[in-house]
């Protein structure tokens, strides 16, 4: 079976897939979850896989949360079933979801970083899948060096992605460090400001 349109299924008989959305920003699903009220359910179907014991979302989990949310379990959500392995499900859900929501940019460096492994290093292959500059590839592979305090701060848009460019260039243990400062402040400077601060910080260092 390779392609099977399926009007409906239960919303909360769906099984979790592998979704590279870590953070899930709450006043964007709250905005998401009002739209689907207004609409009286989600109009446009997403997309589940046959898998053990069911079927798995591999993409548009961000509607089937927000339709849980305002119909609960039992409501029936419009999908399209395709019979597909694991990877091809990996890589659709990669694609989704870096080409039509809006994941943090920590987020995206994950999701190209797979890409990349399975383009096998081929970054222009790999920007060409995902809809990207290289410039773009370049610098979201450049955020995975970011630690893991500066990646959790991003996720949950505490510090702007320029904040998390500058910082990645730098040792993880001082990254630590700075993004505790950082968070610190009353007010969040602005990238500009912050550059200068680091670059001040290295000219006393020198």
């Given at each position: 079976m390779e392609?099977?349109?399926?009007?409906?299924i239960r919303v909360g008989s769906l099984l979790a897939g592998n979704n590279p959305r870590i953070y899930f920003d709450p006043v964007e699903m709250a905005e998401l979850e009002a739209s689907i009220l207004a609409a009286k359910g989600v109009i446009q179907p997403i997309l589940i896989r046959p898998?053990?014991?069911g079927y798995a979302i591999v993409a548009g989990e961000r509607r089937a949360r927000a339709s849980r949310k305002v119909f609960g379990d039992d409501y029936e959500i419009p999908v399209i079933a395709k019979a597909i392995s694991a990877e091809e499900a990996d890589d659709m859900a990669l694609i989704e979801n870096?080409?039509?929501?809006?994941?943090?940019?920590?987020?995206?460096a994950a999701a190209a970083a797979k890409i990349l492994g399975r383009c096998e290093g081929n970054?222009?292959?790999?920007?060409k899948r995902l809809g990207w500059s290289r410039s773009t590839l370049d610098k979201r592979l450049a955020l995975m060096n970011c630690s893991p305090s500066v990646m959790t701060a991003l996720n949950e848009r505490k510090i702007q992605l320029g904040h998390a460019e500058l910082l990645a260039a730098a040792p993880k243990d001082r990254q630590?460090?700075?993004?505790?400062?950082?968070?610190?402040?009353?007010?969040?400077p602005s990238v500009a400001e912050f550059k200068a601060g680091l670059e001040e910080i290295s000219r006393s260092m020198a």
């Open positions: 392609h099977q349109a399926i009007t409906n898998v053990e014991g870096t080409q039509r929501a809006n994941m943090s940019p920590t987020e995206e970054r222009d292959e790999a920007a630590e460090k700075a993004i505790v400062n950082l968070l610190a402040q009353t007010t969040l």
